[in-house]
C-alpha cells in the first residue's frame, strides 16, 4: 500500500476514535464539575493514540520493508542468475524494482526484467503486512486509549503534555538542524584550511582556483576580491536603491497614502518579493545591463561591458525593496499614535514629526528590516549570474564585472568534481566566513535594537 493510502486510513481511524471518545465522554458528563476533562480532550486523547503508534509502525515498517522484499525476490528461483557481487546485485534489484513500478521500463541489465514480477508480488505482500501492522497498531492504540475515558481521567493534561512534547521535539530539530549544517561547514573548511593558509586565503587578493596545482595553494586562493564583490553588490549598490525608496515607501504608505491607495499600492509593492530570481536575473541582463552598457559607452567610457557590478546591484536593489519597506511599514505602524499627536500638538509639522518622533521610535524594526534585505541580498545568487559576472576583481569602478561569494559556492559544486580536492572545499570555507559576517552582523543589528529600544520605551 502506497504512504497516501496509509495516511488516509490512519487519519479515517483516528477521526472514528475522535467522535467515539467524546460521544462517549458526552454520556459520562453529568454538569459542571463532575469530570476531570471536557469531552473534548478525551476525543482528542484517543485519536492520538490512534495515530501516532500506526504512523510509528509505518515509519519503522517502511525502513525494513525493502531488506525483506529484497531477501524474498533473492530466494525466489528466478534470481539464480542473480550474479553475488553487491555492486551488480544492488544494480540488478534496482531496475526491477522500476520495472515492477512501470511495465515499460527497459533496463541495461537483462536478467532485471525476470525479477520484475517476484518484486511486485514481494511488494505487494509485505505491503499488506505493513498494512496489518498499522492497523493492529492504531486498534490497540485506540483501544487502550478508549479504556482511560473515564470522568477522573486527567485526559486535559495528558493532550497538553504531548502538545508540549511535540513542540519540544519540533525546536529541538530546528537546533539539531542548525548545529548540523554549523558542524558539516567546520568539518570541511577545517578540511580546506590543512591544505591553504587560513590567512592566505583571509588576505589575499587573487582567486583562481583552476590554477591550484603542487605547492602554490595559497596564492591561488585569496577570497578578498570575492568579498568585496558581494558587500560591494548586495550591501552598498544594492542598499542605496532598496533603503531610500524602501523608507520612502513606508513612509508615504502610512503617513500620506488614503486608505483606498494603500489597499492598493501596498500588494502590488510586495509582488516584487514574490518575483523569482531567474525573472530578475533576466529583466538585468536583457534590459539594466545594455541599458548601462549603453550609457557608459556614451558618457565616453572604453570598451563598457554587458556585465558589471552597478547592473546587478540595481536590480538586486529592487529585488529587497519589499523586506526593507514592509518592515518599516509595521514599524512605523506600531508606534504609539500619542506620540505623533503629542509632537503635531507642541506645534511640530507632519514632516518634522516623522524625522523626529516617528523614525527615532520605529529604528528598531527599520533596522531588522535593512538587515533582512542585506542577508537576502548577499545571498543572491542568479542576478550575479546574469548580470555581474564570473571574474573576481577587487576595484570600485560599478561598471566593472564582479563575483560573489555564492556564484562561486555554485560554481565550485557543481558538474563533475572531485569533493576532496582543495578547489571543492574552499567552497565549504567560502560559506563558513560568509555564515560568520552574517552573524556578526546580526549581532550589531540586535545590539542597535536593543539600545534604541532601551531609549523609547
Not at 165 to 180: C, D, E, P, V
Request: aromatic share 8%; glycine share 8%.
Amino acid at each position: 500500500m502506497t504512504l497516501p493510502i496509509v495516511l488516509l486510513a490512519v487519519c479515517a481511524l483516528g477521526l472514528i476514535g475522535w467522535f467515539a471518545a467524546r460521544a462517549r465522554a458526552q454520556l459520562l458528563y453529568r454538569g459542571r464539575g463532575s469530570m476531570h476533562s471536557m469531552p473534548t480532550y478525551h476525543a482528542w486523547h484517543v485519536a492520538a493514540w490512534v495515530i501516532v503508534p500506526a504512523l510509528l509502525v509505518w515509519g519503522l515498517w517502511s525502513a525494513v520493508a525493502p531488506v525483506l522484499v529484497d531477501q524474498a525476490v533473492l530466494a525466489d528461483p528466478t534470481a539464480a542468475a542473480v550474479p553475488t557481487d553487491p555492486m551488480q546485485r544492488a544494480t540488478i534489484l534496482s531496475e526491477a524494482r522500476a520495472s515492477a513500478a512501470d511495465p515499460s521500463f527497459i533496463g541495461f541489465d537483462s536478467r532485471s526484467a525476470a525479477l520484475a514480477e517476484p518484486m511486485r508480488a514481494a511488494q505487494a505482500r509485505f505491503g499488506w503486512i505493513g498494512a496489518a501492522l498499522v492497523a493492529v497498531a492504531a486498534l490497540a492504540g485506540g483501544g487502550y486509549a478508549f479504556t482511560r475515558v473515564r470522568a477522573g481521567f486527567p485526559a486535559r493534561t495528558r493532550v497538553e503534555r504531548g502538545i508540549m512534547l511535540a513542540l519540544l521535539g519540533a525546536s529541538l530539530l530546528a537546533i539539531l538542524t542548525t548545529a548540523g549544517i554549523i558542524g558539516s561547514l567546520v568539518f570541511e573548511a577545517a578540511r580546506f584550511f590543512s591544505d591553504v593558509s587560513p590567512i592566505a586565503f583571509l588576505t589575499g587578493t587573487r582567486w583562481s582556483p583552476a590554477n591550484a596545482m603542487g605547492g602554490n595553494l595559497d596564492d591561488n586562493f585569496g577570497a578578498v576580491p570575492l568579498f568585496w564583490g558581494t558587500i560591494y553588490i548586495g550591501a552598498i549598490i544594492a542598499m542605496i536603491v532598496a533603503i531610500p525608496l524602501g523608507l520612502m515607501s513606508a513612509i508615504y504608505l502610512t503617513q500620506y497614502a488614503a486608505p483606498r491607495a494603500r489597499k492598493v499600492l501596498k500588494p502590488i509593492l510586495e509582488i516584487l518579493a514574490g518575483i523569482p530570481t531567474v525573472v530578475y536575473g533576466y529583466f538585468a541582463a536583457l534590459t539594466v545591463a545594455p541599458a548601462i552598457r549603453d550609457m557608459a559607452a556614451s558618457m565616453g567610457y572604453a570598451n563598457p561591458s554587458t556585465e558589471s557590478a552597478l547592473a546587478a546591484g540595481l536590480v538586486m536593489g529592487v529585488m529587497i525593496i519589499p523586506f526593507v519597506s514592509s518592515m518599516a511599514d509595521d514599524a512605523i505602524a506600531a508606534v504609539p499614535r500619542a506620540m505623533a499627536d503629542g509632537s503635531l500638538a507642541m506645534g511640530a509639522t507632519k514632516s518634522e514629526t516623522i524625522k523626529k518622533v516617528l523614525l527615532p521610535a520605529a529604528l528598531p524594526g527599520i533596522v531588522a528590516g535593512v538587515m533582512l534585505a542585506i542577508s537576502r541580498a548577499i545571498g543572491e545568487t542568479m542576478i550575479v549570474v546574469m548580470a555581474a559576472g564570473a571574474a573576481a576583481r577587487l576595484s570600485v569602478d560599478p561598471l566593472a564585472s564582479m563575483t560573489t561569494v555564492t556564484y562561486q559556492i555554485v560554481q565550485l559544486l557543481t558538474g563533475d568534481q572531485e569533493f576532496d580536492s582543495p578547489k571543492t572545499l574552499s567552497a565549504f570555507a567560502l560559506g563558513l566566513v560568509l555564515f560568520i559576517v552574517t552573524l556578526i552582523l546580526n549581532i550589531i543589528a540586535l545590539r542597535v535594537v536593543k539600545r534604541f529600544r532601551e531609549a523609547y520605551e
